[in-house]
C-alpha cells in the first residue's frame, strides 16, 4: 500500500530522515491514512504550477493564516495522489490539471493545536507527500470558503513574500527547486 513512498529516491538528508520516520510510523500503527492517528497521519498535497513553470497557484488558509500550497488529509484512501488532484481541485476551483506520476517530496510537518469546524485537534504531524500539478493559469478560479478565504496566481520572484509559515519556506522553496528539473519532461495535456 505504501510503495510509493518505499520506492521514493530522497533528494537531501531531511527527506532520507522523514521517509525513514514515515516507514517506522507505518510499522506501528495501521490507522496512518486516519485523522483518527491524533500523533499522526498521512496527507498528500500539491504545487501547482502554470505550463510555463513561472506561477504558482496559492489558497490564503484560514487555519494557518497563512498563503500555500493546497492539499489535505487522506482520509484513508491510500491514493496520495489522487488525493492531491482531489484536494487542489477543491480548493482552487480549477478544473483540469495534468499530474506528474511520481512524488516531488516528502515531508513531516508540525501542525499546531486549532479549532477546525468548531472542533479542538492537537498538536500533530501531518506526514505529507506531495505532487506536482500543471494547470493553465487562464482556468477559473475560486477559493474554497470553508478552507481558504481566497486563491491566487504568483509569479516564482514573489511567492515567498507572501507566506507567514517561517517553517514552510524551505520546504517550498526545496519543491519547486526540484519541480524546475521537470519543466523538460514532456507534458501531454
Request: net charge negative; charged share 25%; aromatic share 12%.
Amino acid at each position: 500500500m505504501f510503495k510509493e513512498i518505499i520506492n521514493y529516491q530522497p533528494i537531501n538528508e531531511q527527506e532520507t530522515t522523514d521517509k525513514k520516520a514515515m516507514l517506522d510510523f507505518i510499522k506501528h500503527y495501521d490507522n496512518t491514512l486516519s485523522r483518527d492517528n491524533l500523533i499522526a497521519h498521512f496527507t498528500s498535497s500539491a504545487i501547482v504550477l502554470n505550463k510555463d513553470f513561472n506561477k504558482i497557484l496559492f489558497a490564503y488558509h484560514k487555519i494557518y493564516d497563512s498563503w500555500g500550497w493546497v492539499g489535505g488529509h487522506n482520509d484513508n484512501d491510500p491514493d496520495f495522489k489522487k488525493v492531491a488532484i482531489k484536494e487542489a481541485k477543491e480548493e482552487t476551483g480549477i478544473s483540469k490539471v495534468f499530474a506528474f506520476d511520481e512524488i516531488l517530496g516528502i515531508d513531516t510537518i508540525y501542525v499546531p493545536k486549532h479549532i477546525k469546524r468548531g472542533h479542538y485537534v492537537p498538536d500533530h504531524l501531518h506526514l505529507n507527500i506531495t505532487y506536482l500539478l500543471i494547470a493553465d493559469e487562464h482556468q477559473s478560479i475560486m477559493h474554497k470558503p470553508d478552507e481558504n478565504t481566497a486563491v491566487k496566481w504568483f509569479t516564482l520572484d514573489e511567492y515567498l513574500s507572501y507566506v507567514s509559515e517561517p517553517h514552510m519556506l524551505p520546504i517550498y522553496e526545496k519543491l519547486l527547486m526540484k519541480a524546475k528539473t521537470y519543466q523538460t519532461k514532456s507534458i501531454s495535456q
